[in-house]
């Protein structure tokens, strides 16, 4: 089925970097969402998006909605450990239910 | 608890065994989904009920996949004859209302599974 593309697939950055990582699809959507997974875990919600163009924080994290309605973008600033972890960007249209997830982005934070 | 349950957390079976998973959704929500997500992948939508009606299984990959949630709560995921390509974590959300537009989805932890 269809994935997002996500990049980078993966990163190592020290603790207090700032992160950024993107989303892109060839479809449009009308909702963006961001996902952080732990390991043995389900995914959880971090920061949603419903407006092209919006800019969404959350703590550290900030996302935005691309104005294509394309893309996405997830930031977090000043890295701590307990950021590790896999983060997924998922698009939701009008019509549909169902969520498209992306391929991920695994971060690692090394002190 | 509160939170969306799976069980079991891990199984292995053989080829050509059949298994069931089951997923006890946050009580009275609505809407329930089922997600197959490979290693290192991310989740792939299966299969969505809003109550006891199983509006869109487009993404369930063959016909020995069947999903069911009879009195509209729990729900289980029946994979027949199961494949080495079936190996995969299989995840259950749920959500309060009719259309998760916009509205969170809550994940289970999943339900490991292993194919030999």
């Known amino acids: 089925g269809q994935q997002l593309n996500q990049s980078p697939q993966s990163m190592f950055i020290q603790e207090g970097e700032d992160v950024s990582m993107n989303c892109t699809s060839s479809s449009i959507f009308n909702t963006w969402l961001w996902y952080k997974q732990d390991p043995g875990e389900g995914p959880v919600l971090l920061i949603a998006?419903?407006?092209?163009?919006e800019l969404t924080s959350n703590g550290r994290l900030t996302a935005q909605f691309g104005i294509t309605r394309k893309d996405s973008f997830l930031n977090i600033s000043a890295s701590i450990p307990s950021d590790v972890g896999i983060y997924f960007c998922?698009?939701?249209?009008?019509?549909?239910?169902?969520?498209?997830f992306g391929t991920g982005t695994r971060l690692q934070v090394t002190l | 608890g509160a939170g969306v349950s799976q069980s079991p957390r891990y199984k292995v079976a053989k080829r050509g065994q059949d298994v069931a998973l089951r997923c006890d959704p946050i009580s009275g929500h609505v809407s329930l989904f089922w997600y197959q997500q490979a290693l290192g992948q991310g989740p792939e939508f299966l299969t969505y009920f809003q109550n006891e009606a199983q509006l869109d299984k487009s993404g369930l990959p063959s016909d020995r996949f069947f999903a069911e949630r009879p009195e509209g709560s729990v729900s289980t995921l029946k994979i027949q004859r199961t494949q080495q390509e079936d190996s995969a974590v299989y995840l259950c959300a749920s959500t309060p209302g009719r259309l998760a537009g916009g509205e969170t989805q809550y994940f289970g932890p999943g339900t490991r599974l292993l194919v030999l």
């Open positions: 998006l419903y407006k092209a163009g």
């Open positions: 998922a698009g939701l249209t009008g019509t549909a239910s169902k969520l498209t």
